[in-house]
């Protein structure tokens, strides 16, 4: 699996989906060592959560280009995000 990830790492929608998925893997790790992460109430929280949840699944991990989850050849050339 290859992937050109100096590319993502410039690329708006990956770095949101990143900030989302760690955002949510600290409040999972928090709530396992039983610190209490809610932010306002449980709904705020669980509202919260899924707009965190929808912002990963529009912009993790795939290019749409190709089959599977690695970069196309053209992909891995690139110095940044084409337009």
């Known amino acids: 699996?290859?992937?050109n990830w100096k590319v993502?790492?410039?690329h708006r929608p990956f770095i949101i989906a990143l900030?989302?998925?760690v955002m949510l893997l600290v409040?999972?790790?928090a709530s396992f060592f039983?610190?209490?992460t809610t932010l306002y109430n449980d709904q705020v929280?669980?509202?919260f959560n899924t707009v965190l949840a929808i912002l990963i699944l529009l912009g993790i991990?795939?290019?749409p280009t190709t089959n599977g989850i690695s970069d196309s050849q053209q992909a891995l050339r690139y110095?940044?995000?084409k337009e």
């Open 8 to 10: 993502r790492f410039q």
């Open 61 to 63: 991990v795939s290019d």
């Open 45 to 47: 929280t669980d509202l």
């Open 79 to 81: 110095d940044k995000p």
């Open 34 to 36: 039983g610190v209490d």
């Open 1 to 3: 699996m290859k992937i």
């Open 27 to 29: 409040q999972q790790v």
């Open 19 to 21: 900030f989302a998925l």
